[in-house]
């Protein structure tokens, strides 16, 4: 059985940063940034990121269209957006929770209805991440942007799973802990010897360069 194509789509500072060292919410890019942001996500049948990420947005991006007056309104087409999380406990009053989406939970323990905030379906993980996107293929999910914490970023790409890199570079070096890959012991990810091709790269406002890589 096929899986869907699984897809990062990042904004990153030059020494690899996502956010500020004093970490919540960021958005690292420029307008023009979230404008590919929302080309990307009207890609994707879904989004997927971890409670981490929930935490710190408490929400979750919402794709913009512009008007004949150019302003920018809220797509009535959103991507399906997914949590990664095994925790039974979600803030009912996060912004998510009222955002105009349809939500799925995937875990590997079960969590009640009763504390589950209204997630429309859960999805059992199934020992690896190989296993559980065959089961989001069987629920008719094709394409899979990964929208992080670096955590379940790098959980993917242990097991080889990313087809696309889009990345946008912000020309700022910014420190700190967040990095979209954490930090690691071993080899493992660099031994995979992937290799990855440019597919396009553009010229963004305020001297981004946003880059679309596929894997080879």
């Known amino acids: 059985m096929s899986i ?7 904004a990153s500072s030059l020494d690899g940063r996502i956010a500020f ?3 919540g919410e960021s958005h ?7 404008k590919m942001l929302d080309k ?4 994707v049948d879904a989004t997927i990121f971890g409670l ?7 929400s979750t991006y919402l794709i913009k269209n512009l008007d004949n007056n150019e302003e920018a309104n809220i797509s009535k087409n959103q991507p399906i957006s997914i949590v990664a999380s095994n925790s039974k406990k979600f803030n009912s009053n996060w912004k998510y929770f009222r955002q105009p989406i349809r939500r799925w939970l995937i875990s590997s323990s079960k969590v009640d209805s009763a504390s589950n905030n209204d997630f429309e379906k859960q999805i059992v993980f199934e020992d690896s991440w190989k296993k559980t996107l065959v089961s989001l293929k069987k629920q008719g999910i094709n394409d899979l942007a990964l929208l992080g914490g670096a955590k379940l970023i790098n959980s993917f790409i242990k097991e080889d799973l990313i087809t696309d890199i ?3 570079m912000i020309p700022r070096i910014i420190g700190g802990t967040y990095t979209w890959i954490p930090p690691e012991q071993t080899n493992d990810i660099f031994n995979l010897k992937r290799l990855w091709e440019i597919k396009s790269i553009k010229n963004l406002m305020n001297n981004e360069i946003y880059v679309h890589y596929k894997k080879i």
Do not use: F, M, W, Y
């Open 166 to 168: 889009k990345i946008t």
């Open 21 to 23: 060292p004093e970490g």
């Open 52 to 58: 981490g990420t929930l935490i710190a947005h408490q």
């Open 28 to 34: 690292l890019g420029s307008e023009e940034d979230k």
């Open 40 to 43: 990307n996500l009207s890609l």
């Open 4 to 10: 869907p194509r699984v897809v990062i789509v990042i």
